[in-house]
């Protein structure tokens, strides 16, 4: 019998414990859609930043974002893939590999602000680029590059041996190989890696602001050599503010960079449940 | 020709992923470098005895003790908030729960990791400080109570996921060997399976713990940046990354003693993140030669 309670008492502390975090999930959102949804229209998306709250919008810093994000997947997914195809299909047993591999574990478990001092010394200070976009981009790169990676490996391994060895008997050489049969079969994965790790970059805020990212920006960023805002930088000016409308319009802009995120991960994932139904091995 | 194409290409593939290997170069170097020039300035018996650490004041002081135990201090309430929630969370969901419920509710806890740290830092600012408020009255409007348990929050998943899969991978053998003797769901759960996966569930917590020291957002938003050596979770404190953040958005020149500071804050938020994650990979290496 005090064995069944027991039980019984642990099941229920456990059911509170999941509930506990959905709860927190749910009380998080809606509370910050009632505090932001009043705030938004057309006009928050499209007007300039303001020192008056009712006329603050966060059309630089999206386009920020937008910057931000093209530049970051143009430098760290060719990398990121080609690193992940090395890893895969050639390295295997070299030492170069070995320690490559041990690498990339570490480099994932390093703080992202750490990534912005790294981006900070070398392309702000060393290569002059100052606080531009490229800048900010060349380190979300370097950030992501060890996810894009893994994701790309992960992908590569669920392709069966007998289609790589197929290709190898029909004469085929090993980039042939790798590039018309394994990427092709690959790609659903590699693609929901990538959108994981970019939806990962869009709410990075730490490191852009060591590398200055800028709270205020009274334009779109023309080349990637201007400055620039971005989103996460937009909502922590506005939290940091004392008068209560920018809180409104901090929530505001939570719920667009919610979407966005939110939108990306559920793409990533819808994408990685039609790549595997379609492809049955 | 043919032959020398594929070779051009793997030389590719290979620089590729020698970037990655330059980015842990660039990183130690970073750190290193400054660093020194730093100690050259500031004595490293002051850098770890001096219980100050006012580099943007007037009347300099540099100990990191101070942004030390802020780290600690958000990151041990961080855990303790998260380490039992997310155990329960696995084991309920490993033993108890119908698969259909387990398939459900693992992934919409994991929206919770996927939620960006600054829109947390609203959270523990605008709602979990003015309800804490209600509670304690003494508490501060910036504290380091607040973030510490939001940071759990956002660590919950982290725990379960890694817990849950530990547990999920324990023999079934085990799990029908008890059940056979008896035991009840719950003596199953914690005599057996968590014994047996501990080495998993203890790597879990090693990674929320080096993930919590390295989050910088909610602290930054919701702890008040004033460094200060205490473990009283009621007042403003400082960590190491908001500190970070505070000298970068602020106008100190480049290349000045106060600029260097973050090098210095950094390389100490490196070593313990560093030591961390190479226990979590010497556990995991054993744990996963345990059932071969």
């Known amino acids: ?281 | 020709m043919k032959k020398r194409n594929e070779k051009i290409i793997e030389f590719f593939l290979a620089l590729s992923g020698a970037i990655t290997v330059l980015t842990t170069i660039g990183i130690l170097w970073v750190l290193l470098y400054e660093s020194v020039l730093f100690f050259k300035e500031v004595s490293v018996v002051e850098f770890f005895t001096d219980t100050q650490w006012t580099p943007l004041f007037s009347d300099k002081h540099f100990g990191i003790l101070p942004l030390i135990s802020g780290t600690i201090l958000t990151s041990f309430i961080a855990i303790l908030v998260a380490l039992p929630i997310g155990l329960s969370i696995a084991v309920y969901l490993n033993e108890y729960a119908h698969p259909k419920i387990r398939q459900t509710i693992k992934p919409v806890l994991e929206i919770l990791a996927a939620i960006p740290t600054v829109v947390y830092g609203f959270f523990a600012l605008t709602v979990v400080t003015p309800f804490l408020q209600t509670l304690i009255p003494s508490l501060a409007g910036f504290n380091a109570l607040s973030p510490g348990i939001v940071m759990g929050i956002m660590i919950i998943p982290l725990i379960s996921s890694l817990s849950e899969d530990a547990l999920y991978a324990v023999p079934k053998s085990l799990r029908e060997a008890s059940y056979g003797l008896g035991a009840t769901q719950f003596q199953t759960s914690f005599k057996v399976l968590v014994p047996a996966a501990s080495s998993g569930i203890i790597v879990s917590v090693i990674l929320a713990i080096s993930r919590a020291f390295g989050e910088t957002m909610i602290v930054a938003v919701a702890a008040g940046l004033e460094p200060r050596l205490t473990l009283d979770p009621t007042v403003p404190i400082a960590t190491i990354t908001t500190y970070i953040v505070q000298v970068s958005m602020g106008d100190v020149p480049q290349g000045s003693l106060e600029f260097k500071t973050i090098f210095s804050a950094g390389m100490m938020l490196f070593v313990f993140t560093f030591i961390l994650n190479t226990i979590s990979a010497r556990v995991k290496k054993k744990f996963y030669h345990k059932y071969e």
């Open chain 1, 1 to 281: 019998m005090n064995n069944r309670l027991k039980n019984n008492l642990f099941k229920y502390w456990a059911i509170t414990c999941t509930l506990f975090g959905i709860a927190m999930l749910l009380i998080f959102l809606i509370n910050i859609v009632i505090d932001g949804v009043g705030r938004l229209d057309w006009n928050f998306i499209t007007d300039l930043p303001s020192r008056k709250p009712e006329l603050a919008g966060i059309y630089t810093a999206i386009m920020g974002t937008v910057w931000i994000l093209g530049l970051t997947a143009i430098i760290a997914i060719p990398i990121g893939v080609a690193a992940g195809i090395y890893l895969e299909e050639y390295g295997k047993k070299s030492r170069f590999a070995n320690i490559l591999e041990i690498n990339i574990t570490n480099l994932a478990g390093i703080p992202s602000i750490i990534y912005g001092i790294l981006g900070l010394e070398v392309f702000v200070r060393m290569f002059g680029l100052g606080n531009s976009v490229i800048a900010g981009a060349l380190t979300l790169s370097l950030l992501i590059l060890p996810i894009i990676i893994v994701a790309t490996r992960e992908a590569i391994k669920a392709v069966p041996k007998t289609i790589r060895e197929a290709s190898f008997a029909l004469g085929a050489t090993k980039w042939q190989t790798i590039s018309q049969q394994i990427l092709p079969a690959a790609g659903g994965g590699v693609v929901t890696g990538v959108i994981l790790a970019l939806s990962r970059a869009i709410g990075e805020t730490a490191p852009l602001i060591v590398v200055g990212a800028l709270t205020y920006v009274p334009f779109v960023p023309q080349s990637p050599m201007d400055q620039y805002s971005v989103l996460p930088m937009q909502i922590f000016n506005w939290i940091s503010r004392p008068e209560k409308e920018f809180a409104t319009n901090a929530a505001a802009a939570i719920i667009v960079l919610l979407l966005i995120t939110f939108i990306m991960n559920g793409f990533a994932i819808y994408l990685r449940n039609r790549w595997q139904k379609k492809v049955k091995w």
